[in-house]
């Protein structure tokens, strides 16, 4: 940004004196012995810059990420405000979604329950069809993977409020999580016919051509998004998810530099953390990498990033600390399960490949039921190929990876499990072809499985080049 600096010159004193008594008459006038100040058509001062609290105001109601020390200043002044006025019902809706900003940022399932509370007594004491505290309901299932209690809260904050476009990016993320895709292209749609260009809007465009395997148009959107932020906490935010689609496309060094950026601007982008773990793991640091896994556990308490620390663990032979990390792993689902979470994905990962598949399958098939995502479909496949069901296992694994179900995303772990299904039953060819697809979508997609994957293509070996038999 430039900034203009004045190059005038103070004159003499004297003059300087006639400008302050000109001032003066021009600015005020006496009427009935009231003194009157009248607009000043020189150059006044320019309003204060707003404080933390504003900043995470219309960053909360924006649709913006907020920065957290910025979200602690708005929380302590509603809950003082609150507390003398109980009755203001918008002031319980800007708490309420304060509360989730805070808790998508660190993780920490206590503020389920708080956000929960404020956004129920906003519509108990205020307007019960207040779009702002509707579609902040909306926002919190989706943080606590309840899909189908957000898109019910979203659709009925886009009934009151149709033009309001951060309803429509919540309901993107409801759509996603239930595997309804067309729902989704309509409200990517609409929500960029309401706010083009802006980035918030670009960011979760890149999101949803990310799940499309529009790899390059998910870039251009995210790179688009990150220049044009206006404040740290939201440029980090979208240099983090630049991040992790460098990191997915295999490209180890330009997604560490991403979520080193995204550090620098704001070190309480703490999911940066988590992905510069990743990336330094890939890179073969792996020293550096468990320390970065345990500096962001040490402050976001997210089962996924427990789960990928006791999987690098053991592909190093640290089989204890593995267990150390699975332990908390199992704590964390429990406080998150307790503060109203669905961590039915994560449980279902974990055990297919750490615990009891059989639990894993059960687990699994009840979250399909009740939100079909890919993400799902891809878990369930594994668990049922871990649990022996073979053949269930390739149809799930075909919904993860079949662009006309959905499974547009060129995600390496989903062809690498249903290359691995297609090997166990003997369908060589398309299980060469899916293995080696997904290491070259991104030969380090974990630690542990990647080197499955090369060691499963060595021994399938190249295909015959004499052809089938007669």
Known sequence: MDIQRSSAVPGPRKRRVRRVLFASAAGCVVLG???????????????????????????????????????????????????????????WAVLGAAYVEQGRRTAIPANWPKAEKALRTSLKVGARDDPQALESLAALAVERRDFPEAR?????????????????AVLIDAYTGLGDHE????????????????????????????????REDAAAQISDAAAAAGRPAERAAYLEQAGRLAFERGDREGALRY????????????????????????????????????????????????LELGELYQSLGMEPAARVQFDLLRRQVRDAEEAGADEELVVGRFEADHGD??????????EWQRQPGIEVADALG??????????????FAA???????????????????RGMIERALEQYGPARRHLREALTINPYFSPLRAPEARQALADLGEPSVEGPPA
């Open 259 to 306: 979520f080193r950026a995204a550090l620098r601007t704001d070190p309480d982008e703490r999911a940066a953390r988590a992905g510069e773990g990743r990336a330094l793991a890939a890179l073969g640091r792996t020293a550096e990498a468990m320390n970065a896994y345990q500096a962001v556990l040490a402050k976001r308490p997210c089962p996924q990033y427990a």
């Open 357 to 366: 598949p059989q639990a894993a399958v059960e687990a699994l098939e009840a």
């Open 152 to 168: 019910k809260w979203g659709e009925s904050a886009l009934k009151l409020a149709p033009k309001r476009w951060t309803v429509h």
């Open 33 to 91: 012995g009231v003194l009157v100040l009248l607009p000043w058509e020189g150059g006044s001062a320019p309003p204060p810059a707003p404080g933390p609290a504003a900043l995470a105001r219309g960053a909360v109601t924006g649709g913006a990420p907020a920065a957290l020390g910025d979200l602690a200043v708005l929380i302590g002044d509603r809950e003082k405000y609150l507390r003398a006025h109980p009755l203001d019902g918008p002031s």
């Open 399 to 417: 919904i993860a990876t079949d662009g006309e179900h959905g499974g547009g995303v060129r995600s390496a772990l989903h062809m690498f499990h």
């Open 382 to 395: 594994w668990a049922l190929y871990r649990a022996g069901d073979h053949e269930e296992a390739l149809r």
């Open 183 to 214: 729902a989704v292209g309509r409200a990517l749609d609409r929500m960029r016919k309401l706010r083009p260009g802006l980035p918030a809007v670009r960011a979760r465009a890149a999101a949803v051509y990310r799940d499309l395997g529009w």
